[in-house]
């Protein structure tokens, strides 16, 4: 069974950074999409970073608009962990944000950011940024 822990949230001001971690719990002879997403009050889930990786390596990453160059996703698979890192808060980056795993076909080599094609989610971990 897949589960997904997130941690790290908090509040910050804005300018300030923030890192969050999630635990995951993968089979590990399925492939998968790992990615950050996160929903601000009446706003639609959207996607943040996803990233598809393998031990050491990194095959393929992508960012939202708005968080490129100030957002850095990476993996740990030795450690089964996917974090965020978050730097340059904006106040428009405050939301709940999710981890999300999708399992993919063994020819897909790309990942989307849309919510609907993730399967696994965790519970969310709150960033509140101030200005």
């Known amino acids: 069974q897949v589960q997904l822990v997130e941690s790290g949230g908090g509040s910050v001001q804005a300018g300030g950074s923030l890192r969050l971690s999630c635990t995951a719990s993968?089979?590990?002879?399925?492939?998968?999409?790992m990615g950050w997403f996160r929903q601000g009050p009446g706003k639609e889930r959207e996607g943040v970073a996803v990233?598809?990786?393998?031990?050491?390596?990194?095959?393929?990453?992508d960012y939202a608009d708005s968080v490129k160059g100030r957002f850095t996703i990476s993996q740990d698979n030795a450690k089964n962990t996917l974090s965020l890192q978050m730097n340059s808060l904006k106040p428009e980056d405050s939301a709940m944000y999710y981890c999300?795993?999708?399992?993919?076909?063994?020819?897909?080599?790309?990942?989307?950011?849309?919510?609907?094609?993730?399967?696994?989610w965790g519970q969310g971990t709150q960033v509140t940024v101030s200005s």
């Open positions: 999300a795993a999708a399992r993919l076909a063994w020819w897909i080599r790309s990942c989307t950011k849309a919510p609907g094609d993730y399967n696994y």
């Open positions: 993968l089979n590990t002879d399925n492939r998968y999409c």
């Open positions: 990233t598809l990786s393998s031990g050491s390596s990194t095959y393929y990453a």
